[in-house]
C-alpha cells in the first residue's frame, strides 16, 4: 500500500547503528613483540619520526639538520595533532596495526609503561643500549619499565612555585610555611594559593605531588599501590584543609593551567603551582600584574623542596621498524648537548641533561633553569604503571571528592587504593 | 535546508489504494514492475555494500570484541597477555556494577572506578535528554509558530536561527566553558559568583543550557517544516466556523504536526542520548554529568573489550528508545512528508 514497511526498521536501525559504529571503534588486543624485538637491529635506512604539533618550529629545523648530514638514512616527520589523547591514540592503532613506518615515536612520560608492557618498544639495551649517565635521573627512571630503558628522555617539565616578590619577603620552603604567610593574602584581598584542581589530569599531577611532598607515594617500588599511609594522608590533607580553609579560593576547583596562570598574572592570587611556560608570559603580557615582582621557588614540602610530578616526552623506536640502527642514532641525535640547548632555546622545552641548567648563555635567557632543576632533580614520575589510564582516573576522582569535602582524605585514599587493585587485577 | 518558502502545496492522496509510484503505468505493467525491482536492487547494492562496510562490519566486530576479555599482565614478565573468551562477563560486570578484585574474581566497584559510574551515567544520560529535549521541543515549537508567520526580515531571521546549529559542538562547548568560567562573562554579568563547572546542579544546568542554545534551532526548523504542511485553507475554514486561536492551535495545529514533531523529538532523543562532546569540555564529566557515551570514550583507554560490551549496552538502550518511539508513539521516519496521508481513507 504505503511505501514498504521493512524499509523503516532498517532505517531505524541504520540511524541507530552509526552511534555504535562511533562508539566500538578500534580493536585487537595484544600480542607478545619478542620476535619484534629481535628484528632489523642492523637496518639502516630512512625513517620517520612522529610527535605531536610542533608549534614552536623546533623538529623541522632539527630534521632538516639531521638529513643534510645523512643523505641515505633520511627522517620523515610526521606531525600528530597538539591534543595529548588524540596523540595516545593514533600511537596506540598504528602499533596495533605493527606499523613498521612509525620507526621513533615521541612518546609522554605517563604512556611509556602501558607502550612497554604492550610490547611496542623496543628496548633500549644490549645492541641498542645507550648512555643516560648525563641526564637527570627522575626523566631516565620515567622513561623505564621495570628495569629497562624504553625510551630516552628527549625534554622534561616540573613544577615551580611561582609568588610575589613584593610581598612575600622569602619564598616558603615548606608547606607550613606557605600556609603562614596565607594571612599576607587575606591582608591584600586576594587568594592565597592554587594549583590545578579540575578534575582533568592536572589534578592526578597536583595530587600525586601533595601525597609525595608529604613522603607518601601513590605506587610502591613493585607497583603496587600504597596509599594506606599516614603520610599519603598528611598529603592530601593538606589540599583538602587549604581548600575548607579557604587558602586555596572556591573557584580553584575550575583551574586548569590557563585559569590559574591568568588568576595569578590578575593579581588575584599570592602562589601559584604551575609549570615554566608561565614565565615568559607572566613577564610579557602587557595585562600582566606581576611583571616585575614574579618570584619562582622550588615546590614546598615537608621539610624541604616538595616533589613535582614530571612531565615531558621521551623517545622510543618501535618494534616493528625496520632500520633500528638509524633510529638508535636518531635517538642520540635527539639528546646531544646541541640538540638540547636548541630545544630549549627554540621551544622553551626543559633540556634533559643537567649540566645545561648551569649553562650561563642558558640561564641568562631562561631565568627559571636553576629552579626549574631544583624540581625536576626532586621530581617522581607520576605513577609508572601500565595501567596508567585507570590510576589518574581513581586518583582524580576521588582527590576530587575530598577537595570538594565529599568525603573525608583518608576514605578517598582508600578508595583510590582500591579502585588502583581492581585495576591492576586486570578482568 | 528550507529553502522554498510560503504555502506548500498540498500532496493529495492517491485514492483507491495505488501504489505511490512516480514512473509512468501503462501496457506490460506488470513486466515493468518485475524490471523495476530489477533495477532498484541493482541501484541499492552500492549504498547496501558500503553500509555493510561502515556499520555492519563494525557493529558485529565490536559484538564480538565484547565477548572477549580484556588483555591481563603477566607479572612475570610484565608484558599485557591476551585475555582470552569472557562469556557474558564484560556485561554482567557493567550491569553489576563488579570490578576485577586482586586475589581474583570480582568486588563491587570501588568508587573511582569507571565500572562504578555505570547506573550514574545512565541516569545523566537519561536525565539530560528528558530535559533536553522537553526543553527544546517547547523552545522550538514557539520559534518555529513565530518563524511561520509572514513579517518583514523574515527569511534572514530563518537563516540567524540556523547558527547556533551550524557551530560544531566542541566549539559550542569552548565557547560556554568560557562563559561559565568563574571569571566568566556569565558570572560578570549577572554578578553572581557561582562555580558552573565547580558543583553539582550549575554543571547540569551548564550543560542543558548549552545543549538547548545549540539544538533548539534544529527542533525549530524541523517543526517549522510541518507547519508548512499545513494548508492555510483549513485555518480558514476554522476561523468562519468560529474557532477561538487556542482551538485552531489544539484542534488542528497540533495533530497535524503531530508526524513532524514525533520525527523531530525521535532525533533530538537519539542525539540525546548519545551527548558527549559538552560535557566532557564543559565538565571533564565531573559533578554527574558523566554521559554513558563518555564512560565509553573513558573505558577504550582501560580495555577495549569492556568498551566494546559497553557501547553494546548502549545501542541496545538507543535502540529499544527508538523502538519505543517508532511502534508505540507513532513517530514514522520514512513517512513523515506524507503529513496528511494518515488517518484519511
Known amino acids: 500500500m504505503k511505501t514498504p514497511k521493512f524499509l523503516l526498521p532498517v532505517a531505524t536501525a541504520g540511524v541507530l547503528a552509526l552511534t555504535l559504529s562511533a562508539c566500538g571503534g578500534g580493536g585487537g588486543t595484544t600480542s607478545s613483540g619478542g620476535g619484534d624485538a629481535a628484528q632489523g637491529l642492523d637496518g639502516r635506512g630512512p625513517i620517520t619520526y612522529v610527535q605531536g604539533k610542533d608549534n614552536s618550529n623546533v623538529i623541522r629545523p632539527l630534521i632538516e639538520k639531521w638529513n643534510a648530514a645523512h643523505p641515505n638514512e633520511k627522517v620523515t616527520f610526521k606531525e600528530q595533532t597538539d591534543n595529548a589523547d588524540q596523540q595516545h591514540d593514533d600511537l596506540v592503532q598504528h602499533f596495533q596495526a605493527k606499523d613498521a613506518n612509525y620507526d621513533v615515536a615521541s612518546v609522554d612520560v605517563v604512556w611509556t609503561a602501558e607502550f612497554a608492557a604492550k610490547g611496542w618498544l623496543q628496548p633500549l639495551k644490549d645492541k641498542m643500549a645507550l648512555d643516560t649517565s648525563a641526564m637527570l635521573k627522575p626523566t631516565v627512571e620515567a622513561a623505564s619499565y621495570k628495569g629497562t630503558l624504553y625510551a630516552v628522555p628527549e625534554s622534561s617539565d616540573g613544577g615551580i612555585l611561582y609568588y610575589r616578590k613584593d610581598l612575600v619577603p622569602t619564598a616558603p620552603k615548606t608547606w607550613a610555611e606557605m600556609m603562614s604567610m596565607c594571612s599576607i593574602a587575606t591582608a591584600n584581598n586576594m587568594g592565597c594559593y592554587a594549583g590545578q584542581f579540575k578534575k582533568y589530569e592536572g589534578l592526578t599531577v597536583n595530587a600525586s605531588e601533595a601525597i609525595n611532598s608529604a613522603g607518601g607515594a601513590v605506587l610502591d617500588k613493585d607497583g603496587k599501590p600504597s596509599l594506606n599511609t599516614p603520610e599519603a594522608k598528611a598529603g592530601l590533607e593538606n589540599l583538602t584543609k587549604a581548600y575548607a580553609g579557604g587558602q586555596i579560593p572556591k573557584e580553584g576547583i575550575t583551574f586548569q593551567e590557563e585559569e590559574s596562570r591568568q588568576a595569578f598574572q590578575d593579581g588575584k592570587l599570592l602562589f601559584l603551582r604551575n609549570w615554566p611556560y608561565v614565565y615568559n608570559l607572566a613577564t610579557t603580557e602587557g595585562s600582566s600584574k606581576v611583571k616585575d615582582v614574579l618570584g619562582m621557588a622550588a615546590l614546598p614540602g615537608l621539610t624541604g623542596p616538595g616533589s613535582s610530578s614530571l612531565g615531558g616526552h621521551s623517545a622510543a623506536v618501535s618494534v616493528y621498524s625496520k632500520n633500528k640502527a638509524t633510529a638508535l642514532d636518531f635517538l642520540k641525535f635527539l639528546t646531544t648537548e646541541e640538540t638540547q640547548k636548541f630545544f630549549a632555546t627554540q621551544g622553551s622545552l626543559a633540556p634533559v641533561l643537567g649540566k645545561l641548567y648551569d649553562d650561563k648563555d642558558l640561564v641568562a635567557k631562561l631565568p627559571y633553569l636553576p629552579v626549574l632543576k631544583t624540581s625536576i632533580e626532586n621530581a617522581v614520575p607520576r605513577p609508572v604503571t601500565p595501567f596508567y589510564p585507570a590510576v589518574t582516573k581513581a586518583i582524580q576522582e576521588n582527590a576530587y571528592s575530598a577537595i570538594k569535602g565529599e568525603k573525608t582524605a583518608e576514605t578517598a585514599l582508600s578508595d583510590m587504593q582500591k579502585s588502583i587493585e581492581s585495576a591492576s587485577a586486570g578482568q | ?345
Not at chain 2, 581474583?104 to 544520560?125: D, E, H, K, N, R
Not at chain 2, 571569571?183 to 558552573?196: A, D, P, Q
Not at chain 2, 563547572?197 to 533548539?216: F, L, M, N, Q
Not at chain 2, 484542534?251 to 514533531?261: D, E, G, H, N, S
Open chain 2, 1 to 345: 535546508m528550507a529553502t522554498e518558502l510560503g504555502p506548500t502545496p498540498v500532496k493529495e492522496p492517491v485514492s483507491g489504494g495505488t501504489p505511490i509510484h512516480h514512473a509512468p503505468k501503462g501496457v506490460g505493467e506488470d513486466n515493468a514492475i518485475a524490471s523495476q525491482g530489477r533495477w532498484a536492487a541493482w541501484l541499492l547494492a552500492p549504498t547496501i555494500l558500503a553500509l555493510a562496510i561502515v556499520i555492519v562490519y563494525p557493529i558485529i566486530s565490536a559484538v564480538i570484541m565484547s565477548f572477549q576479555q580484556d588483555a591481563g599482565l603477566d607479572p612475570a614478565t610484565g608484558l599485557f597477555t591476551e585475555g582470552g573468551p569472557a562469556g557474558f562477563s564484560n556485561y554482567t560486570n557493567w550491569i553489576f556494577q563488579q570490578c576485577a578484585a586482586p586475589g581474583g574474581g570480582t568486588v563491587a566497584c570501588p568508587p573511582g572506578t569507571l565500572g562504578a559510574q555505570f547506573w550514574s551515567a545512565t541516569g545523566t544520560t537519561f536525565f539530560f535528554t528528558i530535559v533536553t529535549v522537553t526543553l527544546e521541543t517547547v523552545l522550538g515549537f514557539w520559534m518555529a509558530v513565530i518563524m511561520a508567520r509572514t513579517f518583514k526580515g523574515r527569511s534572514l531571521v530563518r537563516a540567524a536561527v540556523l547558527v547556533p546549529w551550524a557551530i560544531p559542538t566542541a566549539v559550542t562547548a569552548k565557547l560556554w566553558l568560557f562563559i561559565f568560567a568563574f571569571e566568566g562573562i556569565g558570572n560578570k554579568l549577572f554578578s553572581t559568583t557561582i562555580l558552573w563547572t565547580g558543583s553539582e546542579w550549575p554543571a547540569r544546568w551548564a550543560v542543558i543550557i548549552a545543549d538547548v542554545w545549540k539544538t533548539t534551532p534544529f527542533m525549530a526548523l524541523l517543526i517549522l517544516a510541518g507547519l508548512q504542511m499545513i494548508p492555510a485553507e483549513v485555518y480558514e475554514a476554522a476561523k468562519v466556523d468560529g474557532a477561538s486561536a487556542w482551538q485552531r492551535f489544539r484542534m488542528i495545529t497540533l495533530p497535524l504536526v503531530k508526524p513532524a514533531l514525533m520525527v523531530a523529538i525521535l532525533f533530538r532523543t537519539l542525539d540525546a542520548l548519545r551527548m558527549f562532546d559538552l560535557p566532557y569540555i564543559l565538565t571533564g564529566g565531573a559533578n554527574n554529568t558523566t554521559t554513558l557515551s563518555i564512560l565509553v570514550i573513558n573505558q577504550i583507554r582501560q580495555g577495549f573489550n569492556a568498551a566494546a560490551a559497553l557501547s553494546t549496552i548502549t545501542f541496545i538502550i538507543i535502540f529499544l528508545v527508538a523502538f519505543i518511539f517508532v511502534r508505540f508513539l507513532g513517530a514514522n521516519v520514512v513517512e513523515q512528508s506524507g503529513a496528511t496521508g494518515r488517518g484519511k481513507k
